[in-house]
């Protein structure tokens, strides 16, 4: 396929040197000449990142962070000199399939009350991850404090945020598309703004796609173009500090779109549910043989939520 036109793609890599290669690779098979402007920006890596794509990707253009400044500004850092008409915002543990930008480009193009388009995402074993929400409500913290959610996923109400009534094989306009890979176009980001920099990471991607919506802009999932998605790379470094984010980022989530009133019932919902998130980690960990890793990974997920509801800021 020939170059995509007007098209900037912005790579924020956090210790993941394996990964972004595989991924700046794949964007070098997109294309017949030169890549498309891609931007690389490094948060602290201290895996030899900077070095690989100095030497093995110097068409892609590189800024260097001492230290990890979350995503949402490391995305920004580069948007506010990317020139593309149309941004990729695009995870480094993601590898583009054949025609992925050509057909999302393509789509834009054809579509041009489209704000932002997200592709179908597989696994490393071909099989389709959900990457589609709806945005989230008190109601849906509720189905996930109980893990009615889990329990019946299909169900059109408990199931509604994780959208598991649907097989994400099908053109559809959505809420949110997964922030791995999510194609904006440049006008409506000059309309609603860049990300918010409050939130480091997680939730970042929601607060711009509600912006979007709230600004007359439709949202699209397009299942013809797909990317595999390795995911986890940052949370594997640090789980803890990534379950805390988590949560953090969203009480400033509920707060920014709802008041502080929804997001202190958000917290005593949180908290309320320990017990019954207790009793299911010890049901879980006494139902099937676990490592050792995992039994203290589960509770102390458990316990994280809890100290982060219990925490206010």
């Known amino acids: 396929m020939d170059q995509p036109a007007d098209l900037s793609l ?3 890599n956090w210790n993941a040197r394996q990964r972004l290669g595989e991924c700046l690779a794949s964007v070098e098979h997109q294309v017949r000449g030169p890549p498309p ?23 892609a253009k590189l800024l260097v962070n001492r230290e990890n400044l979350g995503f949402a500004r490391a995305n920004n850092q580069a948007l506010s000199l990317a020139q593309g008409r149309y941004v990729l915002f695009l995870n ?14 393509r789509f834009l193009d054809h579509h041009p009350r489209t704000g932002a388009v997200g592709p179908q995402i597989l696994s490393p074993e071909g099989r389709i991850q959900p990457s589609c929400r709806r945005f989230p409500t008190l109601s849906t913290v509720f189905w996930e404090a109980t893990a009615l959610d889990r329990a019946f996923p299909r169900h059109r109400l408990l199931g509604r945020y994780l959208m598991g009534d649907w097989d994400h094989q099908t053109l559809r306009r959505v809420d949110q598309p997964m922030g791995a890979c999510l194609m904006v176009r440049r006008a409506a980001l000059d309309q609603v703004g860049p990300f918010d920099e409050r939130f480091f990471l997680f939730f970042e991607e929601v607060d711009l796609c509600r912006r979007l919506k709230w600004a007359g802009w439709d949202i699209y999932f397009v299942p013809q173009a797909q990317i595999i998605h390795y995911g986890g790379e940052s949370i594997r470094q640090n789980y803890w500090r990534t ?23 958000v917290r005593v919902l949180m908290v309320a549910s320990f017990p019954w998130q207790l009793l299911l980690r010890i049901g879980l960990v006494l139902s099937r043989p676990m490592q050792a890793d995992k039994i203290a990974r589960h509770f102390s997920t458990v316990l994280v939520q809890l100290v982060a509801a219990l925490w206010p800021g």
């Open 10 to 12: 912005i790579i924020v």
């Open 37 to 59: 402007e891609t931007w690389v920006v490094d948060n602290g890596s201290t895996d030899g990142s900077v070095e690989l794509v100095e030497v093995q990707f110097p068409w």
């Open 92 to 105: 480094p543990d993601t590898q583009l399939l054949p025609e992925a930008l050509s057909i999302l480009t």
């Open 243 to 265: 379950a805390w984010l988590f949560h953090s980022s969203r009480y400033k989530y509920f707060r920014k779109h709802f008041g502080w009133g929804q997001e202190w019932l």
